[in-house]
């Protein structure tokens, strides 16, 4: 082969790799943070009625009706029914009120993830909101592959599918969790629409089953009778029942699920004409609406299909390999309406718990870029969808290998992640009562605060699988960001940069085309200092005349990572200071710099002092405090941002 015919069959190789790695970083229809879905930022004309928007949130929430009831009678047994009424209680007297605050104080979808990270701020807070951030991703990335293995339940148990079907639960899952990719992968802009129609066919779906179930037990007491002599004859007398019920309802904490999601969703709610960014207060009203709503629907469902799918289901079949193990409801619609309607409960609970893995890839499309790449603790990449899908698909896979597409295995971490995120709302809100000096709110929130957490602490203790799981979530991010931190240390992390009029007014003053900047840290404000600064200067740098501004970083929270730099002009002592905020000094000096080169026509000349102490510990400084090694770092930073030497600002060191 020639050299040219080499060349000629290289060719299309690259351009291909290049055409897919811009494939995979355009975005796509939807953007990052407007996914219709969990934590997406619809435009205006895009917003609808709260009814409509509650069940996108009823795609994750009430979903879990296709295995909730069998989970809780598989975890408590006979018990389950009380059990279900204290979740109930739980949902109505703690999580509503809850959530209800937090609609009203997060009204922009960010959820109580985005009131503790104002209630704690700095790293403490950063560091709050990663782990966090795992446990949330533990709840949407089990959402997705729980929802698929008992899509597949109910799909290998249908008695019209071949039973060749049987044993093959793990490659189906995995089939479907592949489709879900791809619908994300092209983007999913009509997922209302769908939803509505999901949720009111699963809704009234289940109704029927509950209300024929019901009527069975009218039909034949007995059984109803024979169930609450199980109950007294392994529990004692009916208030001993009771405390076991307290004990183990933490395990049916998968009905709790749709409170994150609830407020995760506020955005797509269209508000009142005179709704503001600031105060949208039609939103949160029809967000309280929604909450409200879908947990009267939610908790009516829970304890009606737990009595009768506990009354009616011999023990044996909610065993693994039982045929109403992961789908209860799915056996009485069988059992009592026949193979027709059950088939048609199937299809229709298969499709709602596989788009409910649709509404959390969104949450996650959402979540992550809305947080981890602002705050430097992901790959610039992660802004980009299609990347994201592909990475999260993955770990789906790996989940559904580890667990064997099992829905009871998965359970637990389900559960985990679903009361750390709702004991962490409980806690915000009560800090926020708290600040705001409301007695009555911080006592009321504080006792759901010790509830949810004594929810989750037995829930972890029972079923450490699931703390597991989240930890190794958290690891991950954390281990993801801090890599991330380090590798994006040297980016400038402006995304605009303004001078003030006095700023303006002090560059443009300047004679030269020369604009010559001296570094001051502003711990000493005083005419000393600033003349010994400017003297040092001189006769280091040696500088023909006195025709400098001094250049100021404060640094008030050194956890953030980008965000707009605001330059100011200040006259002290008669020295002419250019002063700005920024999360780190160097990348400040060094974006401050570009913008003066490129936008005023200047070449900016910034004059250091070398960094006293240790170059490892002056490192660390600059990465975790902002300060540190500020030169050099200085220096990497303009290289990196200007590969043209020429066109670079100066810095210079003595």
Same mark, same amino acid.
């Given at each position: 082969?020639?050299?040219?015919?080499?060349?000629?069959?290289?060719?299309?190789?690259?351009?291909?790799?290049?055409?897919?790695?811009?494939?995979?970083?355009?975005?796509?229809a939807?953007?990052?943070?407007?996914?219709?879905?969990?934590?997406?930022?619809?435009?205006?004309?895009?917003?609808?009625?709260?009814?409509?928007?509650?069940?996108?949130?009823?795609?994750?929430?009430?979903?879990?009706?296709?295995?909730?009831?069998?989970?809780?009678?598989?975890?408590?047994?006979?018990?389950?029914?009380?059990?279900?009424?204290?979740?109930?209680?739980?949902t &109505?007297?703690?999580?509503?009120?809850?959530?209800?605050?937090?609609?009203?104080?997060?009204?922009?979808?960010?959820?109580?993830?985005?009131?503790?990270?104002?209630?704690?701020?700095?790293?403490?807070?950063?560091?709050?909101?990663?782990?966090?951030?795992?446990?949330?991703?533990?709840?949407?990335?089990?959402?997705?592959?729980?929802?698929a293995?008992?899509?597949?339940?109910?799909?290998?148990? @249908?008695?019209?599918?071949?039973?060749?079907?049987?044993?093959?639960? /793990?490659?189906?899952?995995?089939?479907?969790?592949?489709?879900?990719?791809?619908?994300?992968?092209?983007?999913?802009?009509?997922a209302?629409?769908?939803?509505?129609?999901?949720?009111?066919?699963?809704?009234?779906?289940?109704?029927?089953?509950?209300?024929?179930?019901?009527?069975?037990?009218?039909?034949?007491?007995?059984?109803?009778?024979?169930?609450?002599?199980?109950? #007294?004859?392994?529990?004692?007398?009916?208030?001993?029942?009771?405390?076991?019920?307290?004990?183990?309802?933490?395990?049916?904490?998968?009905?709790?699920?749709g409170?994150?999601?609830?407020?995760?969703?506020?955005?797509?709610?269209?508000?009142?004409?005179?709704?503001?960014?600031?105060?949208?207060?039609?939103?949160?009203?029809?967000?309280?609406?929604?909450?409200?709503? %879908?947990?009267?629907?939610?908790?009516?469902?829970?304890?009606?299909?737990?009595?009768?799918?506990?009354?009616?289901?011999?023990?044996?079949?909610?065993?693994?390999?039982?045929?109403? @193990?992961?789908?209860?409801?799915?056996?009485?619609?069988?059992?009592? &309406?026949?193979?027709?309607?059950?088939?048609?409960?199937?299809?229709?609970?298969?499709?709602?718990?596989?788009?409910?893995?649709?509404?959390?890839?969104?949450?996650?499309?959402?979540?992550?870029?809305?947080?981890?790449?602002?705050?430097?603790?992901?790959?610039?990449?992660?802004?980009?969808?299609?990347?994201?899908?592909?990475?999260?698909?993955?770990?789906?896979?790996?989940?559904?290998?580890?667990?064997?597409?099992?829905?009871?295995?998965?359970?637990?971490?389900?559960?985990?992640?679903?009361?750390?995120?709702m004991?962490?709302?409980?806690?915000?809100?009560?800090?926020?009562?708290?600040?705001?000096?409301?007695?009555?709110?911080?006592?009321?929130?504080?006792?759901?605060?010790? /509830?949810?957490?004594?929810?989750?602490?037995?829930?972890?203790?029972e079923?450490?699988?699931?703390?597991r799981?989240?930890?190794?979530?958290?690891?991950?991010?954390?281990?993801? %960001?801090?890599?991330?931190?380090?590798?994006?240390?040297?980016?400038?992390?402006?995304?605009?940069?303004r001078?003030?009029?006095?700023?303006?007014?002090?560059?443009?003053?300047?004679?030269?085309?020369?604009?010559?900047?001296?570094?001051?840290?502003?711990?000493?404000?005083?005419?000393?200092?600033?003349?010994?600064?400017?003297?040092?200067?001189?006769?280091?740098?040696?500088?023909?005349?006195?025709?400098?501004?001094?250049?100021e970083?404060?640094?008030?929270?050194?956890s953030?990572?980008?965000?707009?730099?605001?330059?100011?002009?200040?006259?002290?002592?008669?020295?002419r200071?250019l #002063?700005?905020?920024?999360? #780190?000094?160097?990348?400040?000096?060094?974006?401050?710099?570009?913008?003066?080169?490129?936008?005023?026509?200047? #070449?900016?000349? /910034?004059?250091?002092?070398?960094?006293?102490?240790?170059?490892?510990?002056?490192?660390?400084?600059?990465l975790?405090?902002?300060?540190?090694?500020?030169?050099?770092?200085?220096?990497?930073?303009?290289?990196?941002?200007?590969?043209?030497?020429?066109?670079?600002?100066?810095?210079?060191?003595?």
């Amino acid at each position: 082969m020639t050299q040219t015919e080499s060349d000629g069959a290289a060719s299309p190789t690259r351009a291909q790799r290049r055409s897919l790695r811009e494939w995979l970083l355009t975005e796509n229809a939807e953007p990052a943070g407007k996914q219709t879905g969990p934590h997406g930022r619809p435009e205006r004309d895009r917003r609808t009625s709260w009814v409509r928007v509650m069940c996108l949130t009823g795609l994750d929430y009430f979903s879990t009706l296709g295995y909730q009831p069998a989970i809780a009678a598989l975890a408590a047994g006979a018990v389950a029914p009380l059990a279900t009424i204290v979740l109930v209680l739980v949902t &109505l007297l703690g999580a509503l009120p809850v959530y209800r605050r937090v609609a009203r104080e997060s009204p922009h979808g960010a959820g109580s993830i985005a009131m503790l990270a104002q209630l704690l701020p700095r790293w403490g807070g950063k560091i709050t909101i990663l782990v966090l951030l795992g446990f949330a991703a533990t709840d949407f990335m089990i959402t997705m592959t729980l929802s698929a293995a008992d899509a597949t339940a109910h799909l290998v148990e @249908n008695p019209f599918v071949p039973e060749a079907a049987q044993g093959q639960e /793990v490659a189906i899952t995995l089939a479907l969790l592949a489709g879900l990719c791809i619908v994300s992968l092209r983007g999913f802009s009509e997922a209302i629409r769908v939803a509505v129609v999901l949720v009111a066919a699963f809704l009234l779906l289940n109704f029927i089953v509950v209300v024929v179930a019901i009527g069975h037990l009218f039909a034949a007491p007995v059984v109803l009778g024979d169930w609450w002599a199980t109950l #007294t004859t392994q529990h004692g007398n009916p208030i001993f029942a009771v405390a076991v019920a307290l004990l183990v309802f933490p395990k049916l904490a998968l009905g709790l699920s749709g409170f994150e999601t609830g407020v995760a969703v506020m955005p797509q709610i269209r508000g009142d004409a005179g709704d503001t960014e600031e105060r949208p207060e039609g939103r949160i009203r029809g967000a309280r609406r929604l909450l409200l709503t %879908s947990a009267l629907i939610m908790s009516g469902f829970l304890i009606t299909s737990s009595i009768t799918t506990v009354a009616l289901i011999p023990a044996k079949e909610f065993q693994p390999g039982g045929a109403a @193990n992961g789908r209860a409801l799915a056996y009485l619609a069988h059992e009592y &309406l026949g193979p027709t309607f059950g088939t048609t409960y199937d299809v229709v609970t298969i499709a709602i718990l596989w788009f409910a893995g649709a509404s959390a890839m969104a949450g996650l499309l959402n979540l992550v870029p809305r947080y981890l790449p602002h705050y430097g603790m992901a790959p610039a990449w992660a802004r980009a969808i299609r990347p994201l899908v592909l990475v999260f698909t993955a770990v789906a896979f790996l989940i559904t290998i580890l667990f064997q597409a099992s829905v009871d295995a998965q359970g637990a971490a389900y559960a985990t992640g679903v009361l750390v995120l709702m004991t962490s709302a409980a806690i915000a809100v009560t800090l926020s009562a708290r600040r705001r000096r409301q007695r009555g709110a911080s006592i009321g929130f504080g006792i759901v605060s010790v /509830v949810f957490l004594f929810t989750t602490l037995a829930n972890i203790i029972e079923r450490p699988d699931g703390i597991r799981i989240a930890a190794l979530f958290i690891a991950g991010i954390v281990l993801v %960001s801090l890599v991330s931190r380090i590798a994006r240390s040297t980016e400038l992390r402006a995304t605009a940069v303004r001078l003030d009029p006095a700023a303006e007014a002090f560059v443009a003053r300047n004679p030269s085309r020369e604009l010559r900047l001296i570094a001051h840290e502003p711990n000493d404000l005083s005419a000393e200092r600033y003349l010994a600064k400017l003297r040092h200067a001189r006769l280091a740098h040696r500088l023909p005349d006195d025709k400098v501004l001094f250049f100021e970083v404060v640094v008030p929270d050194s956890s953030e990572f980008e965000g707009e730099l605001l330059v100011r002009g200040i006259e002290r002592h008669g020295f002419r200071v250019l #002063t700005v905020e920024a999360s #780190t000094v160097p990348n400040a000096i060094a974006a401050v710099a570009m913008h003066l080169h490129e936008d005023f026509d200047k #070449t900016p000349h /910034v004059y250091f002092r070398w960094t006293e102490g240790n170059p490892i510990v002056n490192f660390l400084n600059f990465l975790i405090l902002g300060i540190g090694e500020i030169a050099p770092m200085t220096r990497e930073i303009l290289r990196e941002a200007e590969p043209d030497v020429t066109k670079r600002p100066w810095v210079h060191v003595a």
